[in-house]
């Protein structure tokens, strides 16, 4: 007995997979109903499914006549429904509730293990199951009967329907805008009852016919779960060893792994943070610090690492200001984020904390409400924008909070000369944002940073011919540049040009000479001329005459990508470049309007005369347009021709476009065509296409 196998076969069945009926195929069931009461003989009145949500109702008869109905409670539930009108939208025709509805859940939303199976002549026919429903009974009808009774009451309530109305009309409306909503809120709303129920009640019902369980048809349907193939033989040997096979039976339980405890966003772990790449440590360090001195920044990192990588890191992260590192808007408030106070979008907070920073840069101490005047942001942003860089001073407004770090600017000059150039780039875009005057950009004098002595341009002068008396014959030359020192209009000194310039033509602002009230602030030595203009990488007296290679270069590159540009736009974007030159550079000369001008003609561009609008506000470098004439390709022409539009109005539609390229060119200008034209030179507003540049985004 014990060699005997324990486990005989007693039968081998033949199994056969049908596919027919694979993803029509549905198992209902009744759990508030016993097995032995079925619904097969009871009337079915309507049928509907909704396949995506797998969602059925079904509408069958309800025996009134039977000894276990209550004809005074069907009598009184029709009632409630229903009222005591005869329409034909009732939903109980005979005043007698003499129906019940049936909605399915899901039993189950995997059905990859279950299948319906048919045996027949020693043979297993299974065909799967596309889902498993539970139906219920539907109670939407006591939802209409509620309805009715609010209804009821609120037409007994009526009263004085006209006095009523009176007092509605007078009510305050207020009127809310929306937040910004957040990707959080957006994937919270999505997984919301409100947000579910609505996607389902969008599926439309699709209306069946219901056939009976002895119905013609339904015999018909049935042999479809046998399998159709039988004479069509596959390879379905079972190749598993015995211990795969049992494998695939039971799969092993998965461990799941114990999640380690996140660490709050405001709390650092100097460990965890040192296994970072050094990128991410000076980002997560000012992102949490926000304002720190150069010096403790290398302190929280790992001893001895390389200082002139953690500048190239701290100054994708951050700017300088009065010396020390301020985190950078855009790594506080990333792109599609709000304000956490008021919802404002983080473009708008960028912008305002840009200029709070950018104030920093000019003066010592600011005021609240001249910076919320001029940002125009609530003020729980304005505070927390302050808070974040100053303390506030008694009689003085908020301070910045750090003093000026005047050996980091000694030690990196020119990491303080490059952090000047994007500070200038910055200034002439908050300018342009903000409608700014030059009063509103010059510096308060009782705000100075500590340090910096403002000297005017007749002391100066008077304090050369001292020296020069004394005998110091060094310092002739230094006499010489006293005398092409000017005053402005605020009692700065201020650098004379020495090269010739047209009427209304006035130099870019490129030099640190105007920047001497807060040269220090902004990290760049507050020493003597010649040091200033070593820093700028040339003498005042030496001027370039006529654009250089290199500016043609820029020049160029510049309007292959932008196409159409105004003269103030450029200057932005040259400002930036100089940023990033090393110090020294050739291009650091005096670069004047001429120049640029001259330049941009020596590239195949041209100045497009666009007729601006009466109201326009737009200063004289912002009406001075120019745009690529000339590019080699074949879209010249129909650049040349859209130009020739802007020439004769300062905006035009999209239809006028597309007709006189199609007169021009014939139709073999397509859709593609006059969007790629539009996108390079044009912007949309208000369904009107203008130059780029000539209209306020």
Known sequence: MASEEDDPIIQEIDVYLAKSLADKLYLFQYPVRPASMTYDDVAHLSAKIKPKQQKVELEMTLDTMSPNYCRSKGEQIALNVDGTTSEDSNTYSTKLMDKQTFTSIQATTNTSRYAAAVFRKGELHLTPLQGILQMRPSFSYLDKADSKHREREAANEGGDSSQDEAEEDIKQITVRFSRPESEQARQRRYQSYEFLQKKQNEEPWVHLHYYGLKDGRSEHERQYLFCQCMGVTEN????????????????????????????????????????????????????????????????????????????????????????????????????????????????????????????????????????????????????????????????????????????????????????????????????????????????????????????????????????????????????????????????????????????????????????????????????????????????????????????????????????????????????????SLPPGHSLFGGISDRLLQDAILHSRCRQIMVPFPPQSSAAADEQKVFAVWETGDSFDKHRQLLFELFMKNYRVRRNVVQSRLNQEFGESVTKADLDKLLKECCISYAGMWYLKGTVQS
Request: glycine letters at 4%; hydrophobic letters at 40%; charged letters at 25%.
């Open 236 to 579: 379905t040997e079972l190749v598993k060893t015995p211990s795969e096979y049992l494998a695939m039976l039971m799969p092993p339980a998965v461990k799941e792994e114990v999640a380690k405890p996140v660490t709050p966003s405001n709390v650092l772990s100097m460990a965890q943070l040192r296994t970072l790449p050094l990128g991410d440590q000076v980002k997560t360090l000012m992102k949490n610090v926000k304002v720190m001195p150069f010096a403790n920044l290398m302190g929280l990192l790992t001893p001895g690492t390389d200082s002139t990588a953690v500048l190239r890191c701290v100054q994708q992260v951050a700017m300088l200001v009065q010396g020390n590192w301020v985190v950078k808007s855009d790594v506080l408030y990333p792109k599609d984020t709000c304000s956490p106070h008021s919802g404002v979008p983080a473009e708008v907070l960028c912008r305002g904390r840009d200029f709070l920073m950018w104030k920093f840069t000019r003066e010592r101490c600011v005021v609240r409400k001249e910076v919320a005047a001029i940002v125009k942001l609530p003020a729980e942003d304005v505070k927390d924008f302050l808070e974040q860089m100053a303390v506030p001073r008694v009689n003085r407004g908020w301070e910045f909070l750090l003093p000026s770090d005047t050996d980091f600017v000694r030690k990196h000059p020119d990491v303080a000369q490059r952090q000047h150039m994007l500070w200038l780039g910055m200034q002439a875009k908050l300018e342009k944002v903000f409608h700014l005057s030059k009063e509103d950009m010059m510096p308060k004098k009782k705000d100075s940073a500590p340090g910096v002595v403002l000297v005017s341009g007749e002391k100066r002068l008077r304090m050369a011919k001292d020296r020069a008396r004394e005998g110091r014959p060094a310092l002739e030359k230094d006499l010489e540049r006293q005398r092409a020192v000017g005053r402005d209009s605020s009692g700065a000194a201020v650098q004379v040009k020495e090269e010739p310039l047209s009427d209304g033509e006035e130099p870019m602002d490129i030099s640190l000479t105007e920047t001497l009230k807060n040269g220090a602030v902004n990290g760049l030595p507050h020493s003597d001329d010649s040091s200033r203009d070593s820093l700028n990488g040339h003498s005042p007296s030496c001027r370039p005459a006529s654009p250089s290679q290199e500016l043609r270069d820029f020049v160029s590159a510049t309007f292959r990508k932008h196409y159409v540009l105004t003269l103030s736009e450029l200057k932005r974007l040259f400002n930036l470049h100089l940023a």
